[in-house]
């Protein structure tokens, strides 16, 4: 029999048993999939005696493709305290990319015709099916445990302020974990939500040592402000002969955080207030899904862009690309490619202006390009020389980001990545003449919550909503 607290502490255990769950069920559902599409097949080139070599290898390759692929799509990190509705989404985003890579792989090496289409529409159903059924299962038997008395942990809170509120609010709902709030210690009770005014209130040190020693408590959460230093330290000597956990929780809510967390370096432990989720691993996903698309876009759009160069030569003098400077990737500058909209001395009178709905200095060639975004095609030309990103924020012109940086709150964080011919603002409408606070907003979202599939809906929506749009001009 598993005893009390068996799984307390091994969440990361619990993680790795989801990877290695997925692994074999793409990996038995190739090969039982294999076998009963051979019942379906009217030739013997199949057979039943064994997997031939290139199905395993698929079959391989696949399953090795989850472990880098499944976690770009927090499928493992929406497990914990997350909807079950919420893990099928993510997981089945996450399926159909894989799905979409191994086809793009069988099209490039012409492969295709060697499996068979019965094998490969069951595997895919059949694995689907087979991986939500099995993360059901797993909640089912973990939700039995807990009901049991299984998997919980008895948690004190140290503070009854707003930041305690928000701790006890996010420790509620993350009901993965388990955890239950036992008590509070503190003295101001007038910020705190109406479901914790039943919890046990504990206003003095003493006390709070009785309690954590004669109720099984497993963690005590500091989450005090910095200003209460002197309490802290209290309360660490008290409990200093007690067997639970004290966990200190950095009073970081009043900051207005990206993508914050907790690593060590250099053996030091660190807070990362502000850094982009588009780092390590990230990145060169990023980087490598920049290139090939780029790439494709480029080879499939060339003949209308030979035709719209034919257009802006036609329309004015002047060379057929408007080289820019923008301020990109770590307040980096770059010369930004467009198609030129406006005769070549448009600027010399007015100067940079901040592009708008009247603005009468475009040809009626280059409106039109405008209009319809096609003037930012050659970008495609700067994402691969690394200067820009298929996806991100757009980049400004340097007047502007020196007038704007004191102006917008974050506004400086989006340069954080590489800025990008369309992004989660722009999507939104938010482009042009428009209130740039909002946009920024857009922006710092698409930076915290980067993923692959993120991106794949920005491409999405920019093709029915970002194009042709009233404040492109």
């Not at 003493?206 to 989450?223: G, H, K, P, T």
């Not at 050659?378 to 691969?384: A, G, K, R, S």
């Not at 400086?412 to 989660?424: I, N, S």
Request: charged share 20%; net charge positive; hydrophobic share 45%.
């Amino acid at each position: 029999m598993i005893r009390r607290g068996f799984l307390k502490g091994h969440a990361n255990v619990l993680n790795m048993v989801l990877r290695i769950n997925d692994f074999l069920v793409i990996l038995s559902c190739g090969v039982l999939s294999y076998y009963f599409s051979a019942a379906f097949e009217t030739y013997t080139a199949l057979g039943v005696d064994g997997v031939p070599a290139h199905y395993v290898k698929v079959i391989i390759l696949a399953s090795a493709i989850t472990i880098l692929l499944f976690p770009m799509f927090n499928v493992y990190r929406v497990w914990r305290g997350s909807s079950t509705l919420s893990e099928i989404k993510y997981l089945t985003m996450a399926w159909l990319m894989l799905g979409l890579l191994l086809t793009g792989l069988a099209f490039v090496t012409k492969s295709g015709a060697d499996f068979s289409r019965h094998w490969m529409g069951l595997w895919f159903a059949f694995t689907w099916v087979s991986l939500i059924g099995s993360r059901v299962i797993l909640r089912i038997i973990l939700r039995w445990l807990r009901s049991n008395g299984f998997n919980h942990r008895h948690i004190v809170i140290v503070g009854t302020g707003e930041q305690a509120a928000v701790v006890a609010d996010r420790l509620r709902r993350s009901t993965w974990f388990g955890l239950e709030i036992s008590a509070l210690f503190g003295t101001n009770t007038e910020k705190l939500p109406a479901w914790l005014q039943d919890k046990k209130i504990i206003s003095n040190v003493a006390e709070l040592r009785q309690y954590v020693d004669s109720n099984l408590i497993d963690q005590v959460w500091i989450s005090l402000p910095h200003s209460e230093e002197k309490t802290i330290r209290r309360v660490i000597t008290a409990l200093d002969g007690s067997v639970p956990e004290i966990r200190y929780v950095p009073d970081i809510f009043e900051y207005q955080l990206m993508h914050h967390s907790l690593s060590e370096i250099a053996g030091v432990p660190v807070v990362n207030i502000s850094y982009s989720a588009i780092d390590g691993m990230n990145e060169v996903v990023k980087t490598v899904e920049d290139y090939i698309l780029a790439a494709i876009l480029l080879l499939m759009a060339s003949p209308l862009m030979i035709l719209i160069a034919i257009g802006v030569k036609m329309s004015s003098k002047g060379s057929i690309l408007y080289r820019q400077q923008r301020v990109g990737w770590n307040g980096q500058e770059f010369t930004m490619f467009k198609f030129r909209t406006m005769p070549v001395a448009a600027e010399e009178e007015t100067g940079p202006v901040w592009a708008c709905k009247v603005d009468n200095r475009a040809t009626p060639f280059g409106a039109f390009l405008r209009n319809t975004s096609l003037d930012e095609l050659p970008q495609l030309l700067n994402v691969l020389k690394g200067e820009m990103s298929l996806i991100g924020p757009r980049p400004e012109r340097p007047m502007f980001v020196e007038k704007f940086k004191d102006e917008v709150p974050h506004y400086m964080k989006k340069h954080l990545v590489k800025a990008g011919l369309t992004g989660w603002a722009q999507v939104h409408g938010w482009r042009g003449n428009t209130c740039l606070h909002t946009r920024i907003e857009h922006d710092l979202y698409y930076i915290e919550n980067w993923s692959l599939w993120l991106d794949i809906k920005i491409i999405i929506m920019t093709v029915f909503r970002g194009l042709v749009h009233k404040n492109a001009y």
